[in-house]
T-cell receptor, first 114, second 110 residues
Framework: AQKITQTQPGMFVQEKEAVTLDCTYD???????LFWYKQPSSGEMIFLIY??????QNATEGRYSLNFQKARKSANLVISASQLGDSAMYFC???????????FGQGTRLTINP | DSGVTQTPKHLITATGQRVTLRCSPR?????VYWYQQSLDQGLQFLIQ???????AKGNILERFSAQQFPDLHSELNLSSLELGDSALYFC?????????FGPGTRLTVT
């Protein structure tokens, strides 16, 4: 069975600093996708970034990058130059090939301090 | 704005009642997914429809059912509601890889 582990329940970071949110995953499948979503206090789930298991380069989307280490089964999200608006819950998720559902981790609550 | 719409935004109802949640996917997306987010269970996949047909089933209770209509909108029906069904219910629709979530329906069962 697939499993996502996010070991940081909460993180506090100063504005403008970079932050890394940890995510490890467990699957025996070779083909899978990894996702990060942001959930602000308003409740919506916002897609941030995607990494395919066969992608050779780490995914980047603006200030977001995904540090993908396949051998270690980790897919950490890096947010550069954090902003107050980055305060939210962040969820790591995985989808294996052929199964459309996303399996989510428990989330990390990120708080950016001014 | 993800392009996925959900109604209603909030729903308060009593135990034993039945409710219907509605979702319209992004234009062009054929797949619709339903997820439940609760404090104790986290985010859990319930069910997926693709172009009107059920494609995958997750941790969906027998009291819950869903369907996708020819215009691709989907409805999630929850019946014989219990206090534990109180949660945020998301609908998502998919592009090639990403699933785009709607704003959710917050269901409170009293």
């Amino acid at each position: 069975a697939q499993k996502i582990t996010q070991t940081q329940p909460g993180m506090f970071v100063q504005e403008k600093e970079a932050v890394t949110l940890d995510c490890t995953y467990d699957t025996s499948d070779q083909s899978y996708g990894l996702f990060w979503y942001k959930q602000p206090s308003s409740g919506e789930m916002i897609f941030l970034i995607y990494q395919g298991s066969y992608d050779e380069q780490n995914a980047t989307e603006g200030r977001y990058s995904l540090n993908f280490q396949k051998a270690r089964k980790s897919a950490n999200l890096v947010i550069s130059a954090s902003q107050l608006g980055d305060s939210a819950m962040y969820f790591c998720a995985m989808r294996i090939q052929g199964a459309q559902k996303l399996v989510f981790g428990q989330g990390t609550r990120l708080t950016i301090n001014p | 704005d993800s392009g996925v719409t959900q109604t209603p935004k909030h729903l308060i109802t009593a135990t034993g009642q039945r409710v219907t949640l509605r979702c319209s996917p992004r234009s062009g997306d054929l797949s619709v997914y339903w997820y439940q987010q609760s404090l104790d269970q986290g985010l859990q996949f319930l069910i997926q429809y693709y172009n009107g047909e059920e494609r995958a089933k997750g941790n969906i209770l027998e009291r819950f059912s869903a369907q996708q209509f020819p215009d691709l909108h989907s409805e999630l029906n929850l019946s014989s509601l219990e206090l534990g069904d109180s949660a945020l219910y998301f609908c998502a629709s998919s592009d090639r890889h990403e699933q785009y979530f709607g704003p959710g329906t917050r269901l409170t069962v009293t």
